[in-house]
């Protein structure tokens, strides 16, 4: 029972028929003038129009890319390369994805000067905070769209006013949110917006930066002026027609999704307080994405709980992916006031749209037992169970 969309999710059958014959017979590089390269050509054209199109921007404006990762680094440190003799200063939050923290943590380094916006406990950044923060140094704000690990929702288009009243690039790690709640770059007010296909049923090693029309950053890479020079390198066809297939898919079902994970979701978040006792949960309960939920129970640690639930069968997190190889407490958790012990106790939950109401019941059935069963073996655990 796969429970970790947040983390990635299978490749939608649909996708990949549709992906198949650009590994065989259509394997043209599209910088290419005969039929076989323009075929390629026309597919990535296709495909760069569902992407445009699920996130209401111009086909120009976006540049396919090997994933989120790659997104967030070209958007910012392509901003702070080019704009480093306006000012040195970024503004992001606490709980950002390891591929903005870890970028911002280098500029740091650099000599660039970032301010962390707080959080709070329901782990949602201030938009007073945000003022405060910027000086005439700011050259950027990049703040998620929804967080990987407790999936709370950033207050994205006031933030984004603000940046462009000011004159501040405004960028946003929307890998999360795409395909999952309505993303549309004029009404957030974006300059750049990160997305990845592996987490709306794409395949893994493909995503897309859209950069707002007339907003001018520095290349990373620099090569066959590939993607207008931001991105060069043979594009990855296969990969392209995969995520432009997901994002036409996810268009189509946006709202139907959404109405039945947040249904689901709420059964789950209910049912799992409901029989555990001193158990909470993580984040905002509802400004949280329609597949989230995360938890935590007292006197229970986290890696033990997902080996437990892999027992029974369960693929579930804690923390997220990227930080379970490490023995750090989640940066996400902690920033919203946890105690390391309390976030080494966490559960995320992150729902598909294969999911059933049935694989609900079988989870928080498993919840309880396993929670039960570690809270007989703990020493912490002073309570009945
Ligand atoms: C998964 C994820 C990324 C990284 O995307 P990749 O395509 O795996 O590089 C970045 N940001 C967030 C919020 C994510 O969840």
Redesign the pocket.
């Known amino acids: 029972m796969y429970m970790d969309h947040?983390?990635?999710s299978p490749v939608d059958p649909e996708v990949f028929e549709a992906m198949k014959p650009y590994f065989t017979n259509e394997f043209g590089n599209a910088s290419t003038l005969y039929s076989l390269g323009r075929n390629a050509k026309n597919a990535m054209e296709a495909a760069r129009q569902e992407v445009a199109t699920i996130i209401g921007a111009d086909t120009k404006e976006i540049i396919f890319t090997?994933?989120?990762?790659?997104?967030?680094n070209i958007a910012i440190l392509g901003t702070a390369r080019k704009l480093k003799n306006k000012g040195n200063h970024i503004i992001t939050s606490d709980i950002?994805?390891?591929?903005?923290e870890e970028t911002c943590k280098y500029l740091e380094k650099n000599g660039y000067k970032v301010t962390y916006l707080p959080v709070y406990e329901e782990g949602i950044v201030r938009v007073k905070d945000l003022e405060a923060a910027i000086t005439d140094e700011t050259i950027l704000i990049t703040i998620?769209h929804?967080?990987?690990e407790i999936g709370t929702i950033q207050p994205i288009a006031e933030i984004g006013k603000i940046a462009n009243e000011r004159g501040i690039y405004f960028h946003t790690?929307?890998?999360?949110t795409v395909g999952k709640i309505p993303v549309n770059v004029s009404e957030m007010n974006v300059d750049m917006l990160?997305l990845?296909?592996?987490?709306l049923y794409g395949p893994?090693?493909?995503?897309a930066l859209y950069i707002k029309k007339g907003v001018r950053i520095e290349p990373l890479m620099y090569g066959g002026g590939h993607e207008r020079g931001f991105r060069p390198g043979t594009e990855n066809i296969p990969g392209i027609v995969g995520l432009g297939k997901a994002c036409s898919i996810a268009s189509q079902n946006l709202e139907s999704n959404a109405r039945k994970l947040t249904n689901l979701r709420d059964k789950l978040i209910d049912a799992v307080l409901e029989q555990n006792k001193d158990s909470y949960l993580n984040g905002h309960r509802t400004k949280r994405l329609p597949n989230n939920a995360n938890f935590r129970f007292d006197a229970i640690e986290g890696e033990s709980l997902i080996l437990n639930l892999d027992f029974k069968g369960i693929a579930a997190s804690t923390g997220?992916?990227?930080s379970s190889t490490k023995l750090e407490a989640s940066h996400v958790l902690l920033a919203i006031g946890l105690e390391k012990e309390e976030a080494h106790g966490s559960l995320r939950i992150s729902l598909g749209i294969e999911n059933t109401e049935e694989d609900i019941d079988y989870t928080v059935t498993a919840i309880k037992e396993v929670v039960e069963k570690l809270r007989k073996m703990s020493p912490l655990w002073c309570g009945a169970v």
């Not at 893994?204 to 995503?207: D, Q, R, V």
């Open positions: 947040s983390a990635t090997s994933g989120g990762t790659e997104s967030d950002e994805h390891p591929a903005v998620m929804a967080n990987n790690d929307a890998v999360q990160s990845s296909s592996h987490k893994k090693g493909i995503g997220s992916a990227c």
